[in-house]
C-alpha cells in the first residue's frame, strides 16, 4: 500500500510539473526523465542532499543551454543590430545573459511556480538563471534548434529583452571610468586594501577602493566583500560625479 502511495504522489507530481511547464514552453514535454533534471531543486532544498547522476545531468543541461542561448541571441543580436561591431554586439549579449538578469527573466516566465515546495526559499537566486539555462538545453533536445530558437524569440526577446535599454545601461562602471579617463587623457589610478572589522567576535574581511582621476579633481571611495566589488562600488560614485559635471558644462 505504501508503494502505490508512493506511485501515485510521483504520477501526481509529474501531473503538475507538465501542466505547469506546458503553459510555459507552449508544447507538451514528453521526456520527463530528462525533465525532471532540469528541475532538481525542486526536489530538495539542500544542495548537499541533491542525487550526484541528477546534478551532474542539471550542470550538462545547463552548460548545453547557455551555448544554445549564446548561439541564438548572437543570431538575434546580427539582425537587430547590423551597424553595430563585433565589441558592442558582445557587450550588449552579456548584457542579456548575465546571471542577474536571466534571474530575471526566469521570474518573468513563472519558472518559480514550477518549483514544488512553494514555502521553502529558494537557495539562492542564481539557482533561477541556471534552471532557465538547463531548461533551454531541454528544449533544445526535445524539439531541436529550431524550435528552442522560437521560444528563446518569443518567450523571452520580444517579451522581456529591451535592446535599446540594454544598450544604455552600464555593465561595468570600473570599465566605463577607465575608458572615459583614457578618452580625455586624463590618468586614473585604483588603490585597494584589505581591512579587517569585528563583528559579533568574528573577523570581517571587506575591501576598500580609492580611485584617483588626475587632472579633474575626483577622488572617490568605495567598499565591498570582495576587491572587485569595491572598486566598482569606487568606480560608480566616480561616473556620478562625471555625469553631474558634465551635465553642469552644458
Not at 67 to 95: D, M, Y
Request: aromatic content about 12%; proline content about 1%; charged content about 25%.
Amino acid at each position: 500500500m505504501l508503494s502505490d502511495d508512493i506511485f501515485f504522489q510521483e504520477e501526481e507530481k509529474n501531473s503538475i510539473l507538465v501542466s505547469r511547464l506546458k503553459k510555459i514552453l507552449g508544447f507538451c514535454p514528453k521526456n520527463l526523465k530528462l525533465l525532471k533534471n532540469v528541475f532538481i531543486y525542486s526536489f530538495s532544498t539542500k544542495k548537499k542532499t541533491l542525487d550526484k547522476n541528477h546534478f551532474l545531468y542539471f550542470q550538462r543541461l545547463e552548460f548545453l543551454g547557455d551555448a544554445v542561448l549564446n548561439s541564438i541571441i548572437s543570431h538575434f543580436l546580427c539582425e537587430k543590430l547590423p551597424e553595430k561591431k563585433e565589441g558592442e554586439l558582445t557587450q550588449v549579449r552579456s548584457k542579456i545573459v548575465c546571471r542577474k538578469n536571466l534571474n530575471e527573466i526566469s521570474k518573468k516566465l513563472s519558472l518559480t511556480e514550477v518549483f514544488f515546495q512553494k514555502n521553502q526559499p529558494i537557495i539562492s537566486e542564481n539557482i533561477l538563471g541556471n534552471t532557465l539555462e538547463a531548461l533551454i538545453g531541454f528544449i533544445y533536445l526535445e524539439i531541436g534548434y529550431q524550435g528552442c530558437k522560437n521560444f528563446v524569440y518569443k518567450k523571452i526577446l520580444h517579451y522581456h529583452v529591451n535592446i535599446t535599454q540594454l544598450q544604455n545601461e552600464i555593465s561595468s562602471y570600473k570599465v566605463w571610468v577607465i575608458e572615459w579617463s583614457q578618452k580625455n587623457k586624463f590618468i586614473i589610478n585604483f588603490n585597494t586594501f584589505r581591512e579587517k572589522k569585528e563583528e559579533k567576535n568574528k573577523h570581517v574581511i571587506t575591501f576598500f577602493s580609492e580611485i584617483t582621476i588626475s587632472g579633474c579633481g575626483i577622488k572617490t571611495e568605495g567598499r565591498g566583500h570582495s576587491k572587485k566589488k569595491s572598486e566598482e562600488m569606487a568606480a560608480k560614485a566616480a561616473y556620478f560625479i562625471i555625469q553631474k559635471t558634465c551635465k553642469e558644462n552644458t
